[in-house]
């Protein structure tokens, strides 16, 4: 009885807080003319918070992983972004809290790669 309490009560809103470092990355990186995406390993709850929780309302798509069928940090889960972008890996910038997940998979794909927990750009290492 406890997870499913708790899983109804993660796929709502009230649950979230959006951090306001967040929100003003977002509109910066809006307000440059950039494209902003999900890309995460939660479910496909993610649509209906993405969907009422700005800044992540503002992004025009949302990728799952359990939709997707790969979860970070494998290859195929970035592979895939990129092709649905239509966006090669030197285009995209992963913006991440988790160091392996995010950053250093992001890196390993050829991203670039933004820890906002260390507040540091990380760039790939390659051209």
Same mark, same amino acid.
């Given at each position: 009885?406890?997870?499913?309490?708790?899983?109804?009560?993660?796929?709502?809103?009230?649950?979230?807080?959006?951090?306001?470092?967040?929100?003003?990355?977002?509109?910066?990186?809006?307000?440059?003319?950039?494209?902003?995406? /999900?890309?995460?390993?939660? &479910? %496909?709850?993610?649509?209906?918070? @993405? =969907?009422?929780?700005?800044?992540?309302?503002? *992004?025009?798509?949302?990728?799952?992983?359990?939709?997707?069928?790969?979860?970070?940090?494998?290859?195929?889960?970035?592979?895939?972004?990129?092709?649905?972008?239509?966006?090669?890996?030197?285009? /995209?910038?992963?913006?991440? &809290? %988790?160091?392996?997940?995010?950053? @250093? =998979?992001?890196?390993?794909?050829?991203?670039? *790669?933004?820890?906002?927990?260390?507040?540091?750009?990380?760039?790939?290492?390659?051209?």
């Amino acid at each position: 009885a406890i997870f499913e309490e708790l899983w109804e009560h993660f796929a709502g809103p009230a649950a979230w807080r959006p951090l306001p470092s967040g929100r003003d990355l977002a509109r910066t990186a809006l307000d440059a003319g950039l494209t902003m995406a /999900l890309a995460s390993n939660f &479910d %496909d709850r993610l649509h209906g918070i @993405a =969907a009422t929780i700005e800044p992540l309302s503002w *992004a025009k798509h949302v990728f799952v992983s359990a939709e997707i069928g790969w979860r970070k940090p494998a290859a195929d889960f970035f592979r895939t972004v990129e092709g649905r972008l239509g966006l090669a890996p030197r285009e /995209l910038l992963l913006v991440g &809290d %988790d160091p392996q997940l995010d950053v @250093a =998979a992001g890196r390993r794909a050829g991203w670039h *790669a933004w820890d906002v927990a260390a507040g540091s750009a990380i760039t790939r290492d390659r051209p």
